[in-house]
């Protein structure tokens, strides 16, 4: 049964590939790729938002955001093997999903109006003229909450596929699941032209979030 629709699956690799660019540019100081990849950010996970109400049922935020309690007992759950695989996210897992889409938007919006104290500024820092500083300060400060989710992320996946037996980077590659019980669970799958919609719908978020460098103001 497909678990992750095409969409999905495209926005969470090229999400991985952006965030990584973003880091590494960041260390060896090359801002202005680090610009392109933070914007490219910020478009993907405002796709993935509205990809919550429109995508497959298992990209859907109703399908996995359950209550505070589920997901403690998702906790304590979490070194055990499942007595029946389920597809898509658990409770715990719809948490991690809102770090995992949360934490890279805090840091691409505020990227977007921070400055690095010599010449470079984001494309909107003009606009808080008196704030840049500060929003520069928890720009780089909510870099290691992005550390710690990938590292959380990480760790999930190697419990997941030595403990309980499931290789969750296989199905988010290939989009199906060997394991799940198919007679019990809604397939996620959606038709060629609705992955075509969500395709077209995540190139125009990221072309529109790689266009704000044009209202940065003109040096001349």
Not at 61 to 76: H, V
Not at 161 to 183: E, Y
């Amino acid at each position: 049964m497909i678990v992750w629709d095409f969409p999905l699956r495209l926005f969470h690799w090229s999400l991985f590939i952006c965030v990584v660019g973003a880091i590494i540019s960041a260390k060896i100081e090359v801002l202005w790729v680090h610009e392109r990849f933070g914007l490219a950010v910020l478009g993907l996970v405002t796709f993935r938002i509205f990809w919550g109400f429109l995508g497959g049922h298992y990209a859907r935020f109703s399908q996995f955001l359950r209550s505070p309690k589920a997901a403690l007992n998702g906790l304590k759950m979490l070194f055990r093997p499942d007595p029946v695989a389920k597809s898509g996210h658990s409770a715990l897992g719809g948490y991690a999903v809102l770090g995992l889409l949360g934490i890279p938007l805090l840091m691409a919006v505020t990227g977007t109006m921070s400055n690095d104290d010599v010449l470079f500024e984001g494309p909107l820092a003009h606009l808080v003229p008196n704030l840049t500083d500060k929003i520069a300060d928890v720009h780089h400060f909510s870099e290691r909450f992005l550390f710690l989710i990938i590292v959380l992320h990480i760790a999930a996946i190697l419990i997941y596929k030595f403990k309980k037996k499931r290789n969750l980077t296989m199905v988010m590659v290939q989009g199906k699941s060997k394991t799940a019980d198919a007679t019990l669970e809604q397939d996620g799958g959606i038709s060629a032209k609705h992955s075509f919609f969500g395709f077209i719908l995540m190139v125009a978020f990221v072309a529109a979030a790689q266009s704000l460098t044009l209202l940065r103001p003109s040096l001349f």
